[in-house]
């Protein structure tokens, strides 16, 4: 017998001797897993439960079907013009490209008005602002109210009774 077989040996019986319930509960779970693993790779039969098992019936209902709704939400595919527009240009904020203000004179109520965005040049004349998602410049009508004004961080607006100053929060 080889010296490292010898040692091993007596390292074995003597963690025997000092724990023998852990060695035990040690040689159990080897067994078990020994088991498991031939019973595996014989191709053991499967359980009886599996088997009587019926199958689930899928009833068909008069909802919409699944294609369609996942159809609502699937991306646009992009398209040669998308690949190509320069990200960086503000196309979007000029007048008329996005939704644009409301000319039919429904007033708004103040709390309906939400200053998001403001983008202030030198000149004070090209100012754009976007309010309640509506791209606004110096003289748009908006629920309303005529835009008076437009600065960093807020935006002047003139009603027929009243002024208002909104601020970005």
């Known amino acids: 017998m080889a010296a490292g077989e010898h040692r091993m040996r007596a390292a074995l019986i003597a963690n025997l001797r000092v ?7 040690l040689l159990l779970g080897l067994a078990v897993l020994i088991f498991l ?4 790779l014989s191709g ?11 199958p689930i019936a899928v009833v068909p209902t008069d909802a919409a079907p699944a294609a369609t709704a996942l159809s609502r939400r ?3 595919p992009m398209t040669a013009q998308t690949l ?3 990200p960086f240009k503000l196309e979007w904020l000029r007048p008329g490209a996005a939704p644009s203000a409301d000319d039919d004179g ?12 403001t983008l202030t040049g030198d000149d004070g004349q090209s100012d754009v602002a976007v309010i309640s998602g509506v791209v606004v410049e110096r003289g748009s009508v908006l ?3 005529v835009v008076e004004e437009i600065g960093r961080r807020y935006a002047v607006l003139r009603g027929p009774r009243d002024t208002i100053q909104l ?3």
């Open 44 to 54: 053991g039969a499967a359980s009886a439960d599996a088997a009587t098992t019926p």
């Open 19 to 25: 724990s023998p319930v852990e060695s035990a509960i």
């Open 167 to 169: 601020n970005m929060e």
């Open 74 to 76: 699937a991306p646009r």
């Open 84 to 86: 190509l527009r320069d």
């Open 106 to 117: 429904k007033k708004l109520p103040q709390e309906q008005l939400v200053l998001q965005f």
């Open 143 to 145: 629920g309303g109210y």
């Open 37 to 40: 693993v031939v019973r595996l």
